[in-house]
């Protein structure tokens, strides 16, 4: 759950890099004022995710690119960004850093926020800490950057640790996590102004519908009273409903049985209708078979009177019947035929009438029997129709109370109960919200347990070895995440001291965290820790109780023994000795063109002229 610097190089067009190697347990970068060692601070600052823009200066001139590499267990990432500010590109070798040699390990792009990222490495990630007493929310690089980089006005200023203004609780509450692994998560917030005048609001609201639920009620109605006359006016619907569906069902079986002679009087009457037209077209058939047999009995009577007359000359010209007439008309056989054919049909006309005569009786039976159904059934469902006017009637005259009055009443009842009940509810609401308007404060005590002396005790044997050997006592003061030095505050001492042991308690802070596996960057950045206490010249003589060159060769010989857990980076102006510096592996700044590293940025040498080829750390793959 912690990163490890691995190097700050920064670029430019047809410049050489400028580029600084951090070791895996501490780093020391010494030299004199205006060699960049601030820059440095600065530059790191920027990359973790720190927002502004870098200050420029001669030396920086033309370089416009910044690249942080940093491990974390077995992956390697790489930040870059714009020195002009702008977002951050995070590249990361998905593979283990350690491969065969000549394996691919390419750096791919992390789709991810670098303060995101950072919090994730720290084990951090979904922890809450108050951003005020009415505000949580996640940590951040911020947090992490905060605790874990001092620059060197941070290190003397008589200011708090956690800073001054709003972010001020949002440092306390990360303090807290580092120190004693436990987030505020539990902590209950306070109401925001914002929440509470939107109670007021609401509260408002609540008091104007009490005052017009109360205006429904009358001012001699309790909700007892109302809850009786309600069920007495429930117990007579309830009787009403059942005498209603007694008489429904007689009224159910009569319209039944009047819905079922209806039907068998459709069905009778249209048997009569049927029997009695057609028996009216047998009728009509009969008499024309009548006119048939009249017509033809004529006919036959004219054949045999023609049959019976002579044969007389013609009285107007002489002429004989032969000249005139078929002479076959004439022979006797003729008329007989006629005769006989008339006869014949005579005889067919009879026979259909004989016929149909035992169909008209049929007939007329079905229309007697369709007549006595219609009238039977014409009858019974008089009487059916008489019975259900005598059980509406009946019904009527049964029901002692107006169905429409006890509905009314029911209705009324009804909401006079609900107005009681919501009567209650806001009465309620209000008592809640009124406490919402207000809220007690109480002093938020953070249970850090053992954990700020265990801290104490590292920072206390730091400054030990540091030559502060007649230090008895220190301790974390968790509320204003500073040391207690003695009985004395840190802020109370000089310059040099407050800034020392400022160093200390962050380095212990940091171990702490580590060994007891809390959430932490794991990496230390000090700029110039022993540059105040050097000084010449102080406004507070007893600052230096102990001769600076003690403290300085006590400081880096401690630092050159340091092996973790963590990472510490120095940046210093102080002079190392030389056995020690071998010992460090320092960086030396010098400001001297002649001899050493002039300082962070190399002396000004074009070494090509064209465009810079893209940055895609290939430089560093090896």
């Known amino acids: 759950m912690a990163i490890t610097l691995k190097h700050l190089c920064i670029t430019g067009p047809g410049l050489l890099p400028a580029v600084v190697p951090f070791d895996g347990h501490r780093t020391l970068i010494r030299g004199p004022s205006e060699t960049g060692k601030s820059h440095i601070w600065d530059c790191i600052w920027f990359l973790l995710g720190g927002t502004g823009t870098l200050e420029q200066f001669p030396e920086s001139e033309g370089y416009d690119s910044l690249e942080l590499a940093f491990l974390h267990d077995e992956h390697e990432y790489l930040v870059r960004k714009a020195m002009a500010g702008g977002a951050a590109r995070v590249l990361v070798r998905q593979d283990d850093i350690w491969v065969a040699s000549g394996a691919p390990n390419p750096l791919e792009d992390l789709a991810q926020d670098l303060g995101e990222l950072l919090v994730k490495l720290s084990g951090a990630e979904g922890k809450k800490v108050l951003r005020s007493r009415s505000e949580k929310g996640a940590i951040t690089g911020d947090d992490l950057r905060h605790w874990a980089l001092l620059s060197q006005p941070g290190m003397i200023s008589r200011d708090a640790t956690v800073g001054k203004g709003h972010g001020s609780d949002k440092r306390v509450a990360s303090y807290s ?20 005048e939107q109670a007021k609001g609401k509260l408002a609201v609540a008091e104007s519908e009490l005052a ?18 309600l069920a007495r006016v429930d117990e007579r619907l309830d009787m009403f409903t059942t005498q209603l569906q007694a008489r429904s069902s007689v009224l159910k079986e009569l319209r039944q049985q009047i819905a079922a002679e209806a039907g068998a009087l459709a069905i009778a009457s249209t048997q009569l209708a049927s029997a009695t037209s057609i028996c009216e077209r047998f009728t009509l058939l009969d008499l024309k078979y009548s006119s048939d047999l009249a017509r033809l009995g004529a ?12 044969e007389t000359p013609c009285l107007l010209c002489g002429t004989p019947v032969e000249q005139h007439l078929d002479p076959g008309d004439l022979k006797p056989r003729a008329p007989k035929k006629y005769r006989d054919a008339i006869a014949a049909e005579a005889e067919k006309v009879r026979e259909l009438r004989r016929g149909l005569q035992p169909s008209v009786a049929h007939e007329k039976t079905r229309i007697a029997n369709a007549t006595a159904d219609v009238q039977r059934l014409t009858a019974s ?21 107006d169905p429409r009055e006890l509905v009314e009443s029911h209705t009324r009842f009804s909401s006079l109960i609900d107005a009681f009940d919501e009567i209650a509810r806001l009465k309620g609401e209000i008592a809640r919200l009124q406490q919402e308007t207000k809220q007690k ?11 700020g002396d265990q801290v104490g005790v590292i920072a206390r044997q730091m400054l030990n070895d540091w030559g502060f050997m007649s230090i008895q006592s220190v301790y974390v003061d968790p509320d204003a995440c500073d040391l207690v030095i003695d009985g004395r505050r840190r802020l109370s001492y000089g310059a040099g001291k407050r800034g020392l042991f400022l160093s200390a308690m962050t380095i212990a802070l940091m171990q702490h965290a580590l060994r007891e596996r809390h959430p932490h960057l794991g990496v230390v950045v000090l700029d110039s820790p022993l540059k105040a206490y050097a000084q010449k010249e102080s406004a507070d003589n007893t600052d230096r109780d102990i001769p600076t060159a003690t403290v300085n060769a006590s400081f880096y010989g401690w630092l050159s023994r340091f092996e973790g857990p963590g990472q510490i980076i120095v940046l210093e102006n102080e002079a190392v000795d030389p056995a020690t510096a071998r010992a460090l592996n320092a960086i030396q700044f010098t400001d001297d063109n002649t001899h050493g590293r002039q300082g962070f940025y190399p002396r000004r040498t074009v070494i090509a002229p064209p465009p810079a080829p893209a940055i895609d750390g290939t430089e560093f793959d090896n």
């Open 177 to 196: 996590l580092f120190l004693s692994g436990l987030d505020d998560s539990a902590v209950e917030l306070y109401k925001s102004s914002s929440v509470k």
């Open 212 to 229: 017009r639920s109360q205006g429904l009620i009358p001012a001699d109605t309790d909700r007892a009273s109302t809850v009786a006359a």
């Open 299 to 310: 006919t036959d009577e004219g054949i045999a009177f023609f049959q019976a007359l002579e």
């Open 381 to 401: 469902l008089k009487v059916l129709e008489e019975q259900e006017t005598v059980v509406l009637r009946a019904a009527g005259q049964e029901f002692d109370a």
């Open 441 to 451: 404060r109480t002093a938020l005590v953070r249970n850090v347990g053992s954990h």
